[in-house]
DNA sequence: GGTCAGGTTCCATATATCGGAATCTTTGGT
DNA sequence: ACCAAAGATTCCGATATATGGAACCTGACC
């Protein structure tokens, strides 16, 4: 239970951002709730809430119960939700792939994109071992000390590269972090010719990582897929037998891929 | 599929509900989408989508492939819909009360609610006879001829009652239809002693219904229960057989309301 | 009938949206 | 390598919208 001083006012800096940001404070309310409570828990000011909730209301998202004071969820938002789930079959797929690579190398494995110059954790399943490290779908990770950050960039240009870089400047996390722009240069050249990408404790001390390209024939990869175990259980030359089976996993998210765009031009295709 | 020139331009007179209106076309896709191809199916001005989805996308909403054209689903987007349906146990309770309703008399029912002089479906469970009038969630009904109306309308104020139906004007639909006001006001008095109220064929021919309100013991209240049969199976005399359960799971979903009311008191008080 | 806790409305100001037109970028053809 | 053509992106002034403090309602309770 929050208490009303560390509620955090609804960030977003458009109106549209802050709606979504409301969407999400009511998604997660399975009661009836008030325009007062919804004052208190996002210390918007009460006629701007009024006016949004006001709004949701007329477009069905919301409705009230006859206090007029109480609302609720409408039937237009759960049909948004349920089409937002059902019609995703994409991810569905996506995280089946990584499920059963999961079951067959015993071990935490994530989907990854780039993202505004940092990785982004799209997907992730846990390992059964009691042990594991916590990092949640959503997430972000600098580029150049994670496994996949490092494939994204051996992709690049290299001046497309060094502008990035340069921009983010290169922190250190562990001693095993690279600082050294030469030392990374190289390292992003032997990841490149290897086609794969170790994270030795670069980001946390105990991880280590490897991670492959979903294969785009067509450009360059946005997806990643890694596999993440700590020290104890996993070693580099482990990893590099977990590698067929990664790189299995990851020509079938490619397979997916290649199809969901496939389709999509289809579907255009068809409304003309 | 639709083509082109069927296509409607998102419907909305604010920004927000613009917005809305744009994630429900995208939670329809199942696949990666083109600004291009959004521009065709809504029929909104490039720049104007354009803006949109990069709003969606630097909120995590969306994401876009590598090639920089394809946008999918965001992460974010995807736990909204999550949060949304998980913590919805009023809906699920409700329904799950209307179902057994459903089974118990073998036709099918609905929730209804006052919603801007109108009655509107909150949710609706078919029975399994292959005969049905199809009637969806969402869809709305005048007061005036139908069962849960005639309960609303006979909770008012006389006062109140006559505004609202003075500006709603009495429309008809068969020949059943109550149009003339004070056959309609003897009507409205006869259900208010009654308790529940019949649509005995006032807005649909062959379409016989009956319906009670949940119970609301601290005002009026806004949500009714209706049984709705094709009059091939139903008179009124069974109707009225039914009339027990029918109440039974009326008082069970006051019961809903009443709980999801305290609860919501609760987790107020409780951030405080 | 007075008080108080909400809910609602007002309104001058600040801000975001809008979308036609221009511009940049990528793609595909020769 | 070059050149369209399609698509994405940016520009920007006119316009519509959001904003939120303050004032105003409303109904519940004493």
Redesign the interface.
């Known amino acids: 239970?929050?208490?009303?001083s560390e509620m955090s006012r609804l960030e977003?800096d458009?109106?549209?951002?802050r709606?979504?940001a409301l969407?999400?404070v009511i998604?997660?309310?399975?009661?009836?709730?008030?325009l007062?409570?919804m004052v208190?828990?996002t210390g918007l000011p009460k006629p701007t809430l009024h006016r949004?909730l006001q709004?949701?209301e007329?477009?069905?998202?919301l409705?009230?119960?006859?206090?007029g004071r109480?609302y609720?969820?409408g039937?237009?938002?759960?049909?948004?939700?349920?089409?937002?789930?059902l019609?995703?079959?994409?991810?569905g797929a996506r995280h089946a792939v990584l499920r059963k690579l999961v079951d067959e190398v015993g071990e935490s494995c994530n989907i990854t994109?780039?993202?505004g110059g940092e990785v982004?954790y799209?997907?992730r399943v846990e390992t059964s071992a009691p042990l594991r490290f916590y990092l949640h779908?959503?997430s972000r990770v600098p580029v150049h000390c994670s496994a996949s950050g490092k494939l994204f960039l051996a992709q690049m240009a290299p001046a497309q590269r060094r502008r990035l870089l340069n921009e983010l400047s290169l922190e250190s996390f562990t001693r095993n972090t690279l600082i050294d722009p030469e030392a990374l240069e190289a390292e992003i050249e032997a990841v490149r010719r290897q086609g794969y990408a170790f994270d030795d404790e670069e980001f946390l001390p105990g991880l280590l990582c490897i991670a492959v390209l979903a294969p785009?024939p067509?450009?360059?990869?946005?997806?990643g897929l890694a596999i993440q175990a700590p020290i104890m259980r996993m070693t580099r030359d482990k990893a590099l037998a977990c590698l067929p089976a990664l790189q299995r996993a990851a020509e079938q998210i490619a397979a997916i891929?290649r199809e969901?765009?496939s389709?999509?031009a289809q579907?255009?295709a068809?409304?003309?």
Do not use: C, I, W, Y
């Open positions: 239970m929050t208490t009303k977003g458009t109106p549209a951002q709606l979504l969407l999400e998604a997660g309310k399975d009661q009836f709730f008030t007062q409570g208190e828990e949004m709004q949701l007329t477009s069905g998202m409705q009230r119960e006859a206090d109480h609720s969820k039937s237009r938002l759960r049909r948004l939700a349920e089409s937002l789930l019609n995703d079959t994409v991810h994109a780039l993202s982004l799209l997907d779908p959503g785009n067509d450009g360059p990869s946005n997806t891929n969901a765009l389709d999509a579907a255009a068809g409304d003309r």
